[in-house]
């Protein structure tokens, strides 16, 4: 089991920037890709980007892709969102997830293994 602990969320004023961190533990050696996902008020949950454990690639959701960067430390077995320009629209519940190597990379179903949650809000 692994087991994730998302950190770093609160109130935030457009145009601000916001980094979440995510603290893994338990078998994490086991760990193929790491990833963000967000559930805004009333919609489904959206993926954000994802990391690869081991040498650090990334995909960022292309809507995203100007304003978000994330980024991992292993000694740490963290995995962090910087996020630049927030927006209103940004609010909503910020998981971390994790994956083995098999399933999709770009959805919730593909990941094993998920957070509580942190709430981001935004305000204009």
């Known amino acids: 089991q692994v087991q994730l602990v998302e950190s770093g969320g609160g109130l935030v004023q457009a145009g601000d920037s916001l980094r979440l961190s995510c603290a893994a533990s338990?078998?994490?050696?086991?760990?193929?890709?790491m990833a963000w996902f967000r559930r805004a008020p009333g919609k489904e949950r959206e993926f954000v980007g994802n990391?690869?454990?081991?040498?650090?690639?990334?995909v960022i959701a292309d809507s995203m892709n100007d304003r978000v960067t994330i980024s991992k430390d292993n000694a740490k077995s963290s995995i962090y969102l910087q996020m630049n320009s927030v927006k209103p629209e940004d609010t909503a519940i910020y998981y971390c997830?994790?994956?083995?190597?098999?399933?999709?990379?770009?959805?919730?179903?593909?990941?094993?293994?998920w957070g509580q949650g942190t709430q981001v809000t935004v305000s204009s």
């Open positions: 997830a994790a994956k083995a190597l098999s399933g999709t990379n770009y959805a919730p179903e593909g990941y094993n293994y």
């Open positions: 338990g078998r994490i050696f086991t760990l193929y890709r």
């Open positions: 990391i690869l454990w081991s040498g650090g690639a990334t």
